[in-house]
């Protein structure tokens, strides 16, 4: 078992979280990492309605009696979302743990907070990290430049970024992007972070409600066939490379702006990838990860082997063992 501010913060057996994925953050796959023993967070925006979140939280509970979050983003959007009403059925629903991510989450701190609500805000720059503490969250997930989805616009390494967040926080890290297996769990404690967040490996396992095809399509790609779009736009998204990211790029390159790619990107189409399981019909989030990822295990199964490899390293590897041979 492996023991940090996390674990004990959350109460959690394993320092692994589930963070937000959208259209993928639903109760199977919430439940599944929660009975695995680590913290895995439902997507509100995934939920059409407050109204919607509120039967998906009830849902998840019908599968675990495990501790499970809601993640609330707030990013540009083609249609903003209430977002204090979403606020308001997370609350309403008593969970206990909100992952904030994409904005400063001040203004929802005070109704978090008089709830009893524990916030992990997720960020991607060590000002805004230090900040979020400022404002009071319980803990930070730090997310590098290998991250899916949105990485911010400074491009710095999780190798960087992660021991930078430690020496700058005082309050418990989670390490986000790139994380996959236990070489990287060992690595996010070695820099610094109390655990690691990992989406893209979630993706691939049995209990992730997409496509199979889109699964088996992560453990055929390697770690180049990510594109990064939306640079000239400050809103950057690291997402499978396809011919829609290919199009949407070059729509760029010639001076297009948002409204010339809306159609392109919109998440109604990109949904469409994880429903029919064909890659090339929209964008679609993920990490680098993916290059590291050759199978579609359970969920639990994972999670064992994640940690089982970690403390293996630990003890074998690193432990004294490596001392004496350098003496
Ligand atoms: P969407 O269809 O509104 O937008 C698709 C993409 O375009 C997103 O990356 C969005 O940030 C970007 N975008 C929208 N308007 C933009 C603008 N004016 N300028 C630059 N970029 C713009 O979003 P969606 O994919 O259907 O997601 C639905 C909601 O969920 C949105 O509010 C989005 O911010 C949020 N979201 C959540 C997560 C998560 O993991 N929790 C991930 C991505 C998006």
Redesign the pocket.
Known sequence: MLHTRFTELFGVRHPITQ????WV?RAELVAAVANAGCLGFL????QPSPEALVAEIARTRELTDQPFGV???????????PYDEYRAAIIESGVGVVET??YNPAEHMPQLHAAGVRVLHKATAVRHARKAQSVGVDAVSIDGFECA??PGEDDIGGLVLIPAAADALQIPIIASGGFGDGRGLVAALALGADGINM?TRFLATAESPIHPAIKQKIVEQDERATQLI?RS?R?T?RVARNSVSEQVVSIEGSGGG?DDV?DL????R??TVYEQGDPELG?W?IGVVQGLIRDIPTVDTLVRRIVDQAEQIIEHRLGSSMLAASA
């Open positions: 963070g937000g994925m959208q953050g997507t509100a925006l995934t993640n609330l983003t707030i990013l540009p959007s083609i249609n903003p979302p991510a994409g989805g949105h989406g939306f736009m809103n998204a948002f809306r990107v919109s998440g109604a990109g949904r964008i989030s």
